[in-house]
């Protein structure tokens, strides 16, 4: 964002899009606790073509409904060692994605790992956010909620 222009409000949850994997909606937590952001995925596959590292995996964009399935292909740009919340190190896949929120949209790079015990699909992490957004903690959904 330019000088003078004013920062996105955000809550500690929001609805997002992420356009370039064909996700419409999901429910994100926003973590500034986290400096990275991370997007459930299972049955993840590397894969080459065109000479790029690529990723092949499918999630479950929604909370509770494991029956709609979205496939998603994505350019590999690294892999991490990433500690999750209670301390233990996963080896992920690291991808850039665009994300969709109250009508602006930027780049991010976004981990994949199996969140399916986990209450958001998405935590969007402190540096997809970093001069662009500030967090109320104690608000939800300031950017609109979730269309039908």
Known sequence: MNAGKSKLSLGW???VSLPDLGIDRIKAKVDTG???SA???FEVTPFVEDGKDRVKFLM???QNDDDHVV???ADVIDTRTVKDSGGHAEDRYVIETRLSLGGHE???EATLTARD???FRMLIGRTAIKSRAI???ARSYLVGKAKP
Do not use: F, G, K, S
């Open 71 to 73: 496939t998603c292909i």
């Open 34 to 36: 986290a400096r990275t």
């Open 60 to 62: 479950h964009p929604t």
């Open 13 to 15: 949850r929001e609805w």
């Open 39 to 41: 997007l459930h995925a």
């Open 106 to 108: 930027w780049p991010i």
């Open 135 to 137: 967090v109320d903690p």
């Open 117 to 119: 015990d986990m209450l």
